[in-house]
């Protein structure tokens, strides 16, 4: 399967608003869960947010819970973040995840498929 594509992502400043966008429109058939996941340098990837593609359940992490919102059209398989009420802390690479196979929580272990991930920087 191929991986998927990020894109959007940038520069903002603290309280700014950003949107990333992933691209898995490739895939010959749905994955079970997609997710996004970041990671600050010399920190390690983190879930931020997971989302059931067949029934849309989704799950945000408490440190951008009502900040971050995930989101996925099911037609075309494009993954969503809107991100809100940006902080220098959420400075980090934003990597987009799928899996086919059952799971849909926070370990990136249980994701076999990764974008090349897109720069978010806030500044203060």
């Known amino acids: 399967q191929a991986r998927p594509v990020e894109s959007g992502g940038g520069s903002v400043q603290t309280g700014g608003s950003l949107r990333v966008s992933c691209s898995a429109s490739?895939?010959?058939?749905?994955?079970?869960?997609m997710a996004w996941f970041r990671q600050a340098p010399g920190q390690e990837r983190e879930a931020v947010a997971t989302?059931?593609?067949?029934?849309?359940?989704?799950y945000e992490v408490s440190s951008v819970k009502g900040r971050f919102t995930i989101s996925l059209d099911k037609a075309v398989l494009s993954l969503f973040l809107q991100m809100n009420s940006l902080k220098p802390d959420d400075t980090a690479m934003y990597y987009c995840a799928a899996t086919f196979t059952s799971y849909c929580g926070t370990g990136s272990t249980g994701f076999g498929y990764w974008g090349q991930g897109t720069q978010v920087t806030v500044s203060s």
């Open positions: 490739r895939y010959s058939h749905r994955p079970n869960c």
């Open positions: 989302i059931e593609v067949d029934s849309g359940r989704t």
